[in-house]
């Protein structure tokens, strides 16, 4: 079993998708195609300006073939 942290695909600054931006593999982030926000890619930290807040993860984890996650905000 395995187990990582997916992110909800919502910029923390103005609730933009995140899947529609680029992927920085050697800095681990990913930007925001809005206004430039880059949060890290393993725990959802905002990196720079204009977002401050951390991009909601959610507990994951891989068993017998499949993809296991849960949204626990009420
Ligand atoms: S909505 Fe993502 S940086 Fe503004």
Redesign the pocket.
């Known amino acids: 079993m395995a187990s990582s942290t997916p992110q909800e695909d919502r910029?923390s600054?103005?609730?933009?998708e995140?899947s529609s931006g680029a992927i920085d593999p050697a800095e681990g982030s990913v930007e925001?195609v809005?206004?430039?926000?880059r949060f890290d890619i393993r725990d959802g930290r905002a990196l720079c300006a204009?977002?401050y807040s951390p991009v909601p993860k959610f507990p994951v984890k891989l068993e017998h073939g499949g993809i296991w996650t849960r949204d626990d905000r009420g």
């Open positions: 910029c600054h103005e609730d933009f995140l925001c809005l206004h430039g926000a204009p977002a």
